[in-house]
């Protein structure tokens, strides 16, 4: 429903109202005699004796009609079409009321004929599960009891999801015409599926029975909360129409609301009772076939509770930031005071110590940019949890992300504060040890806080970010999710991370850390090499996962986009030796391969990711639907993402020579300018898909069956 427009409709009646004369306002013309009469002619005339949903009264303003018509888009089924006549339009100002009524009825009509279609597709897919069911009940039965054999008392029973009943209703025979899905969710089943048919026969194994149980368990989860969002969609419309009414009602001191919310409680909308008991079959059967009876654990899991904000997460969020703020402080004084700027270590410092924690900044600064993204998708109902795929209520808010965020800094910080104390000993010439392994200490901490298998530390969110990152990893073996692609695109921006982890596996694998000597790495062939090697994986994964989705076809352009991020790759290799080679004619090439990229990528995230500079849109320049209620900020956004895609222009104007500033400074300022990039095209980016998923009217997830039947009718 419209609510918005049709309110805009009673500002407009109330506005009029406003204007008139005090004396008109105090006296109205009451309906009179003949036009009660002539209400009752066009009450038998027109047919609505028989169908008005009310009995006549002497101050009675509409009359609402339920008309029978063919709806088209429903193959000739019959729809409801319900006719609202406003009886006081001789009045002063009656025709806005017609106007708002005929809206206020399509309103009506759109929601109903939604609501019967998606009704009636929920009834298809309630049968498709019963089908599953009945195959999935008479494989476990063959699973747990090889020798059973079919006979007749097991064949041609209904399938109902209520009575479905594992040695009663199975049909065993259903085996015989059933295949198991085999969907490229895997790189085993990638690599099958590349010779064999997407289909394959029953082996009756454990393992078979598992997958397909799990399958299909979560199919019914995702229908329920399908089924739970139609039954909210009935209850939020009806809501709907009531205030609207009441508003109705309020501005014009009438009494129309009792007329249309008893038409609206009669209907379709309000009687109709598939969904309530589709709700409840689909309990009982995940209770009795998945629970193991267990009623209280199917509903825990079923119907999810909200989360509750705790409070002292808001508490050690503050005693962080705080703790991080005392600690900058701290440093900037230490420095200060020690001249270490113009000291003589100040340059093994930049080589050596500051590329081994600025890996940390970056990941800081990721981890601020995340938190206020999901603070504003939060802020703009964008369904981040939906898009991503998280558990429903294990997902993290912006405050748990601060909270490790800001954890996380005050460990580096202390670090760093440490590290400044630069004391060499005079009789070995070297550092002291303990303070140059912190570095590696935070890494190898950070790696096992990631990888911990205990329920600590938001366990499950862990577990969710390391199967992307294995899904990235063996890219392109897996089927490509949007969280898949999503986060190969963080690690795009990203390279001079993965650069600094590779810094430290030299530094302290083949460096003298004991003396802060970077001279091994930074002059080494094979690690330039290295260099470029990997500043290409991030763009050369997306280059598969494209692959991967236009070869399933969900994508046609994908091959587009994986041509993007070839030139991507162009031209990060060629700036890369470049910077290591120097020569015009490099210097050419790496000025021309990243122009054709920056203009090839800009394109693609201001049209294709965030679906703006739409010319004939109702937002010009922009898209028909925006979430924002600042059309500015749109632009204001694609004006710096232009800007800061041309950071790498430093590269080519050799400010990396610059005096007053070192080299790995430089460096690390690029890349804090990518991060701020990203975690803006981040925001638009799932506000884009968000707004797609609500055109298609998608909420929930389209989970593979385990089964199809080589009978189509069934």
């Not at 690599?191 to 299909?216: C, T």
């Not at 119907?303 to 005693?319: A, C, D, N, P």
């Not at 294995?470 to 392109?476: G, R, T």
Request: glycine residues 4%.
């Amino acid at each position: 429903m419209n609510y918005k427009y049709l309110k805009t409709l009673l500002e407009q009646i109330l506005i009029f109202r406003q204007r008139q004369p005090p004396e008109n306002q105090a006296n109205r013309p009451k309906p009179s005699r003949s036009l009660k009469r002539k209400v009752s002619l066009l009450r038998a005339f027109s047919g609505l004796t028989n169908n008005s949903f009310i009995k006549h009264k002497e101050d009675e303003v509409i009359v609402v009609n339920a008309m029978q018509q063919v709806d088209e888009e429903q193959q000739g089924g019959e729809c409801p079409n319900y006719q609202t006549v406003f009886l006081r339009s001789s009045e002063d100002g009656g025709d806005l009321d017609l106007v708002f009524f005929k809206r206020l009825d399509d309103e009506f009509n759109k929601v109903v004929r939604f609501y019967k279609t998606k009704v009636e597709e929920v009834v298809r897919e309630a049968g498709e599960l019963s089908n599953q069911m009945d195959a999935l009940i008479a494989l476990r039965i063959k699973v747990n009891n090889p020798s059973i054999e079919v006979t007749e008392e097991h064949q041609n029973h209904p399938k109902r999801l209520e009575e479905a009943d594992e040695h009663k209703m199975a049909s065993l025979e259903v085996l015989d015409r059933v295949k198991i899905n085999a969907t490229s969710e895997t790189p085993r089943s990638t690599v099958r599926n590349v010779f064999n048919s997407l289909n394959v026969d029953l082996n009756y194994s454990r393992n078979e029975l598992k997958n397909a149980q799990g399958k299909l368990k979560q199919a019914f989860l995702e229908f329920h909360e399908k089924l739970r969002f139609l039954k909210n969609y009935t209850f939020l419309n009806q809501m709907a129409f009531s205030k609207i009414m009441k508003k109705y009602d309020k501005i014009t001191s009438r009494n129309a609301s009792d007329v249309y919310l008893q038409m609206v409680e009669e209907s379709y909308l309000s009687q109709s009772e598939e969904v309530a008991k589709l709700i409840e079959r689909v309990e009982a059967v995940f209770i009795k076939h998945f629970c193991k009876g267990d009623r209280q654990r199917a509903m825990n899991t079923l119907r999810l509770k909200s989360k509750r904000e705790k409070h002292r997460v808001t508490f050690f969020v503050g005693v962080f930031f705080g703790c991080s703020l005392a600690l900058v402080v701290a440093i900037i004084i230490s420095i200060h005071a020690r001249d270490l700027l113009q000291g003589e270590g100040h340059t093994k410092y930049m080589n050596t110590i500051f590329p081994l924690y600025s890996l940390f900044g970056f990941i800081v600064l990721h981890m601020l940019m995340y938190a206020g993204n999901i603070y504003f998708w939060v802020r703009y109902r964008v369904n981040y949890v939906f898009i991503f795929g998280f558990k429903q209520g294990t997902e993290m808010g912006f405050k748990q992300i601060l909270l490790l965020t800001f954890g996380l800094s005050v460990l580096i910080l202390a670090a760093v504060l440490s590290n400044l104390e630069m004391e060499l000993d005079p009789e070995t010439e070297s550092y002291k040890a303990w303070t140059e392994l912190l570095p590696l200490g935070l890494v190898i901490v950070v790696v096992l806080m990631t990888i911990c298998p205990f329920n600590i530390l938001y366990r499950t969110n862990r577990f969710f970010f390391l199967v992307c990152l294995w899904h990235c990893i063996c890219a392109p073996l897996y089927m490509v999710t949007l969280s898949d692609f999503f986060l190969a695109d963080q690690f795009t921006s990203q390279v001079q991370l993965l650069r600094n982890i590779q810094f430290y596996v030299c530094y302290y694998g083949w460096g003298d850390f004991k003396k802060r000597d970077a001279t091994t790495c930074n002059e080494s062939n094979i690690f330039e090499i290295i260099s470029i090697v990997i500043a290409v994986v991030p763009y050369w994964i997306r280059v598969l996962q494209c692959i991967r989705r236009f070869c399933e076809g969900s994508d046609s352009t994908q091959a587009m986009n994986g041509l993007k991020y070839l030139s991507t790759i162009a031209a990060v290799v060629s700036r890369t030796i470049y910077i290591q080679r120097r020569g015009t004619s490099l210097k050419i090439l790496a000025a021309s391969t990243s122009g054709v990229a920056t203009i090839f990528n800009t394109y693609w995230d201001i049209v294709m990711d965030w679906g703006l500079l739409c010319r004939n849109s109702e937002n010009p320049w922009l898209r028909d639907k925006l979430i924002l209620p600042n059309r500015f900020v749109y632009f204001i956004a694609m004006v710096l993402n232009v800007i800061l895609r041309l950071a790498w222009m430093q590269t080519v104007l050799d400010f990396h020579e610059a005096p007053f500033l070192h080299r790995n400074a430089l460096i690390a300022i690029v890349a804090i300018l990518e991060i701020i990039r990203r975690g803006i095209w981040n925001f638009f980016r799932l506000e884009n898909e968000h707004l797609n998923n609500v055109g298609k009217f998608r909420v929930v997830k389209s989970v593979p069956l385990p089964f199809s039947y080589e009978d189509k009718d069934l």
